[in-house]
């Protein structure tokens, strides 16, 4: 297995794993994630894969095929009146494909994005995760990710 950055040729094996979170979502939160769908068309995720801004890391085999991803985006609040200008690293979306899950390319994905925010000297690394997955839950935790702060709703 290789961690690199995503190219155009991983589109079709994103695509499948954008469709596999969407599912989780849609099973969990039927009210807010709408059935088939994917967080990004073609043309969008055509120009995050080319955007310096937004590195996408996928891991894929010997044969190149894609066997999870990380899709990553730098923020950074320059001159904010309360927040500091530290360089986050944002993790927008991790997912290993559902048949592979267990092999420990989730932690691989997520060790190699710890490496390239310390190379790119970011202070921290951050994500989001619905409570609904709970194995995700887990798998963040075991990660040593600890929570930094907490949404919640209620339905009218």
Known sequence: MEIRRAKEQDM???????????????????DLFKYGAKKYTDDQ???IIHDSQRPIFTAVDENENVLGYAFC??????DDNILTDIKTLYIDDLCVD?????QHIG????EAVLAFAREQRCYNVT?????????????????????????????L
């Open 12 to 30: 079709d094996g994103i695509n499948n794993l954008l469709m596999q979170v969407c599912l989780v979502h849609h099973n969990g939160r039927p």
């Open 45 to 47: 995720l055509r120009a």
């Open 73 to 78: 985006i730098f923020q950074q609040h320059i």
């Open 98 to 102: 559902e048949k592979l899950r267990g």
């Open 107 to 110: 932690r691989h994905l997520y």
């Open 127 to 155: 994500l989001n995760v619905w409570s609904l997955n709970e194995p995700a839950m887990k798998f963040y935790q075991s990660c040593g990710l600890k929570p930094q702060k907490v949404g919640m709703e209620t339905i």
